[in-house]
Nanobody
């Protein structure tokens, strides 16, 4: 059973930093693009950042220069370093991965359950 488990969320003051982690578990043959999405109360889920297996990254404009996505392919883990946090960054952050479970011939999209980030002003 493949699972994505996020950690690192919490309460932080504006201007502070947090580092989110997302670890995968289960029998996995390979992992493609991984990413972070977020959903604020009353809003739709939105892309924050993605990273390919080769390390190419993509960011939402409003987080460029403040957030950094990275991954450790040996650990099948993706990270999101968030600096200079703003109250508008408050949301539930979800990990996403396109991966090929063992014995599968195709890639499947998986989501974590989310971790809450609250930025106080």
């Amino acid at each position: 059973q493949v699972q994505l488990v996020e950690s690192g969320g919490g309460l932080v003051q504006a201007g502070g930093s947090l580092r989110l982690s997302c670890a995968t578990s289960g029998s996995i043959s390979s992992i493609g693009t991984m990413g972070w999405y977020r959903q604020a109360p009353g809003k739709q889920r939105e892309l924050v950042a993605t990273i390919t297996s080769g390390g190419s990254t993509n960011y939402k404009d409003s987080v460029k220069g403040r957030f950094t996505i990275s991954r450790d392919n040996a650990k099948n883990t993706v990270y999101l370093q968030m600096n200079s946090l703003k109250p508008e960054d408050t949301a539930v952050y979800y990990c996403n991965a396109n991966l090929r479970p063992a014995a599968y011939l195709w890639y499947v999209e998986y989501w974590g359950k989310g971790t809450l980030v609250t930025v106080s002003s």
